[in-house]
């Protein structure tokens, strides 16, 4: 190439095109072609260069910046004897023209144009300096306000809730695509959006908040004005742009939203008259965060987090209650605080609604009131959740009472050493012994003593009779003595089978036991009464012999059924802290039994196969304390509560359940049918067994048919307010059953269970007239009877009012045939 064609290149093809003809003709007459190698350095960071290189074909790279052919380097370092800024060199062979600084500096001094022409260059580069720096000037100060400066902190805690929400923050940061982060108040969600920007490549670019609410209905500070004030998403750039509870966004703005999640497009806001403005394209990163899931803008972003809330996340409670003390501590140069196990257990089973912001509240709170570094359970306090509102943990009230139930007396030693024994002493004199009530101490204990006291019992202690019950002391004796002489494995429960079936099962034969009672008098005939309890003690003995743990008591078992349905009532209730043992326990001892575990003993698990942390109602609880014994975190709760508050809150109605309530109800009502025919005038020959049968069968009918009714005239005269279903409002009137029969028992009760003494004298066939007695008098059996069913009554309606949660006229039918019923029962019983 000749020297003119050199001046034509440097004319046309090169960066030094802007210069005069002059020295651009002087270069041209001295540049020396080069061949230089891949990766050779031109010129490395803070050293003079050794001359003009001139690009012609290949490719050259800075630290940041690639060239192309024709580019310059190194004028204006020589000319201003300056060191270069960064280290150059060749990506591929090139071809260079070359000429060195010496020569360059020659030119300059003998061509004037060549200094002029570099302070013009300069001039410009400065001009153009100074307008980026406003702009960039301008553009933080649009920024500063919802800057982001940093992640607050990292996903605390082990369990597989954090480690899946790191992951997913982990893959959400890995590209640029938008995120849906939305989770309950409180969950620093805003930190999760911070914890994504600053995990992914663009973690140099800007990222800015933003809260929907304060965003102007036209969009314009978040777009822009066309051919006006720019807007955030352009001054952001390549930015991170987080909008905070997108859920507040003006409806408006939704589309416009949607739309620059698909496209990545965007329309400045324009005035109204002027012309329309084209849309503009936007490279910053969405990450849109929500309290509740969003199914219009889901659609629209490539990533959805839903965050986990602190309730499903108790094991990770002791790791954020040491962080929050650690960084509250650092913060107000206090010694290092350590929370108390007892401490930890309470939070563990408090479900946090405000989620990690409350906690670290209360972790602050605390420290600020405790005296000493033992951060103790006292002084950690927040709202109770409903479900725990209104609760006394008696075993940390009376200390007493948890080593009595925890110690080897609660009930084996009372089972085996006293229950065993005496039941077989009472089915003996039942049969040998004198068979009226009044000569046999045995049927007195049976029906003057024992019916009445386990009424009286299930409004206090719930199912306690099932746990010294003899009937299944004899059960799993014989199936441990079974499994000793001939090893094998038991069945397991058919649970399906027996949640659907187990109920009616027991519901008739209550009602086969019901019409023998009356057909064949078992209240006075004392083999009778021993035979009733041999078959329900028989199948306690078969079903053990044939499925393991206690399948008789929690499906099939008459008395069990009734003592789960009044054990509803009951003012105590045993259950777990659900925190505790979601975060700490991982052996499950008290459901499935095993070795000793730190406080926890060696068990067989719970004998009903319940897990008291997942206890809804009191009917699937015998008060075993299997699960307190074995559970070595101290989670199980004997609670004081408000008599029956499951029936309102927590519980899930059964058909045969109710169907049970009925048959108990009308089993008053056969009680008590010498009175009923009295009052009704009628002389019904009852000595006939088939038309006695058939007047029992009608009178449970009946009875169970006129709650029936009543609910049915609701349903006629409101039917447009839907009231809840039968099986739901007929819990309704179980205060009234128990107090009904309960009342009905008194009078054995309160005038025959006194005669004990000289009714044990009988039994052996020894005089006992001097022999002292404690009956009640007529009058006050009567009044306690009328005092029962009156405040039974009362508790009826109450407790109908707290199911049905409408007002008091729309279940105005119920309450009155809860009245009638009260009636009815005064007038046979009282």
């Not at 007459?29 to 891949?38: E, S, T, V």
């Not at 800007?206 to 036209?218: D, E, G, H, R, T």
């Not at 899930?652 to 009175?675: I, Q």
Request: proline share 6%; net charge positive.
């Amino acid at each position: 190439m000749d020297v003119d064609s050199r001046l034509i290149w440097l004319q046309e093809r090169t960066a030094l095109s802007a210069m005069p003809r002059s020295p651009l003709q002087a270069i041209a007459q001295i540049m020396q072609p080069q061949i230089l190698p891949a990766q050779h350095v031109l010129a490395t960071e803070n050293t003079h260069p050794v001359g003009l290189y001139l690009l012609q074909t290949g490719q050259i790279e800075g630290a940041q910046v690639s060239f192309l052919p024709g580019s310059a380097f190194f004028l204006k370092e020589i000319l201003l004897e300056q060191t270069v800024l960064e280290t150059v060199k060749t990506i591929s062979e090139c071809q260079v023209w070359f000429i060195p600084a010496a020569e360059i500096r020659q030119i300059a001094v003998e061509q004037p144009e060549l200094a002029q022409s570099l302070s013009r260059q300069l001039a410009a580069e400065l001009a153009e300096v100074s307008s980026q720096l406003s702009l960039e000037q301008e553009r933080q100060a649009a920024l500063r306000p919802y800057l982001v400066a940093m992640a607050k902190r990292g996903i605390i805690g082990k369990s597989r809730y954090a480690m899946r929400l790191r992951q997913q923050i982990k893959e959400a940061a890995s590209d640029r695509g938008s995120v849906l982060v939305f989770g309950e108040p409180g969950l620093e969600k805003d930190n999760i959006a911070a914890l994504i920007h600053f995990g992914s490549g663009g973690r140099r670019s800007p990222i800015i908040q933003v809260k929907c609410s304060a965003l102007q209905a036209s969009g314009a500070d978040l777009f822009g004005r066309g051919g006006g004030k720019p807007g955030l998403i352009e001054w952001l750039a390549e930015g991170t742009l987080v909008l905070n509870n997108i859920q507040e966004l003006p409806a408006e703005l939704v589309p416009k939203l949607i739309q620059l999640l698909k496209t990545g497009e965007y329309t400045p806001v324009s005035r109204e008259g002027d012309p329309p403005v084209s849309p503009l394209q936007s490279a910053a990163r969405i990450i849109l965060i929500a309290e509740t899931a969003q199914p219009k803008i889901t659609a629209a972003v490539q990533h959805v987090l839903k965050v986990p809330p602190l309730r499903v996340r108790k094991a990770d409670i002791q790791a954020q209650v040491d962080y929050y003390i650690k960084l509250t501590c650092r913060s107000q140069a206090r010694p290092q605080a350590k929370v108390t196990p007892e401490a930890l257990r309470r939070l563990q089973s408090y479900d946090f609604p405000g989620n990690l912001r409350e906690l670290e509240s209360l972790v602050r709170r605390a420290i600020a009131q405790a005296e000493t570094p033992a951060l103790t359970e006292e002084i950690f306090w927040a709202e109770q959740t409903k479900k725990r509102q209104f609760r006394l943990n008696l075993l940390n009230t009376y200390p007493g009472l948890r080593r009595f139930l925890r110690s080897p007396w609660w009930p084996d030693r009372i089972n085996y050493g006293f229950t065993l024994t005496a039941f077989a002493i009472v089915v003996v004199l039942l049969f040998v012994g004198p068979q009226q009530r009044h000569q046999n101490f045995a049927l007195n204990l049976f029906w003057a003593w024992w019916w009445p006291l386990i009424l009286l019992g299930f409004p206090f202690v719930g199912r306690v009779w099932c746990s010294i019950c003899p009937f299944m002391i004899y059960g799993e004796l014989t199936q441990k003595l079974s499994l000793w002489l001939v090893p094998r494995q038991l069945k397991r429960w058919p649970r399906e089978q027996a949640e659907q079936w187990g109920g009616w099962f027991l519901f008739g034969l209550f009602t086969l036991i019901y019409l023998w009672e009356e057909l064949w008098r078992l209240e006075n005939t004392a083999y009778l009464s021993s035979c009733l309890l041999l078959l329900i003690t028989a199948g306690a003995v078969i079903f053990s012999l044939i499925f393991e743990r206690r399948f008789w008591c929690r499906y099939l078992c008459p008395i069990g059924g009734m003592n789960g349905l009044f054990a509803k009532l009951s003012m105590t209730e045993l259950r777990a802290q659900q925190g505790t043992c979601s975060a700490e326990c991982t052996t499950y001892q008290c459901y499935k039994g095993g070795p000793q575990k730190g406080e926890g003993q060696e068990t067989e698990g719970c004998p009903l196969y319940s897990h008291p942390a997942q206890l809804e109602d009191n009917r699937d609880c015998v008060l075993c304390m299997t699960c307190l014994k074995a559970c070595p975190h101290r989670s199980v709760e004997l609670n004081l509560r408000p008599p029956g508050i499951e029936l309102w809150t927590s519980h899930v109605p059964s058909a045969s359940e109710v169907a049970l309530l009925l048959l108990l109800l009308g089993g008053v009502f056969l009680h008590r049918l010498p009175e009923l025919q009295a009052r009704l005038g009628l002389g019904w020959p009852l000595e006939q067994f088939w038309l006695h049968l058939g007047i029992s069968v009608t009178v449970l009918a009946i009875a169970a048919g006129l709650p029936l009714l009543a609910h049915a005239f609701v349903r006629l005269i409101h039917r447009h307010l839907k009231p809840r279903r039968f099986v739901e409002l007929a819990y309704g009137y179980l205060p009234l059953v128990l107090g009904a029969n309960l009342a009905h028992y008194l009078r054995l009760g309160l005038g025959e269970a006194g005669r004990i003494i000289p009714v044990t004298w009988a039994t052996f066939r020894l005089a006992g007239g001097s022999l002292p007695i404690w009956v009640a008098h007529p009058a006050v059996i009567a009044f306690l009877q009328a005092a029962t069913l009156i405040t039974a009554t009362l508790l009826s309606i109450i407790l109908t009012q707290k199911i049905s949660r409408q007002s008091f006229w729309l279940m105005l039918p119920q309450h009155g045939m809860a009245i009638a019923l009260a009636a009815g029962f005064w007038s046979v019983i009282v």
